[in-house]
């Protein structure tokens, strides 16, 4: 019998809320209609706590205008694996150069890491309100 993972079961709960305020129909008996998250737009960032109690960060645009990030919005999961998009600090030049408390605003990047998660030991999640609607 496998051993269920905290930090998989809290990726896949955000998953969840996620995907129940994505755009189909607004007035659909299917959608979430009292959820107040949608007003907040349709991202739940956080960031990951390697064994060591460091911060997990994967990079983007390797090759050309490349950064370093550890904020992720979570696009799949299947089992414990799962396909995180990177969320970059707006005021963000080329890498991050300032402290995580620093940040006022993420934007969604175009790319996306596969990651297990049962090699994260903690997982914090961060309010939706980060999250530029637009870039």
């Known amino acids: 019998m496998s051993k269920k993972n905290c930090v998989c079961d809290a990726v896949e709960h955000i998953l969840d809320q996620q995907d129940a305020v994505k755009d189909r129909c607004p007035t659909s008996c299917y959608s979430n209609l009292l959820n107040p998250v949608k007003?907040?737009?349709?991202?739940?960032p956080f960031i990951l706590i390697n064994e060591n109690g460091t911060l997990f960060k994967a990079f983007g645009n390797v090759g050309g205008n490349c950064f370093k990030t550890p904020f992720f919005r979570v696009e799949h999961i299947n089992h414990c694996c799962t396909t995180l998009r990177l969320l970059l600090p707006l005021d963000c030049h080329n890498h991050i150069a300032h402290e995580i408390c620093d940040v006022e605003r993420l934007v969604k990047t175009k790319n996306c890491v596969e990651v297990d998660l049962t090699c994260f030991c903690a997982i914090q999640c961060l309010s939706p309100r980060l999250v530029a609607n637009k870039y």
């Open 39 to 44: 007003s907040l737009g349709d991202t739940i």
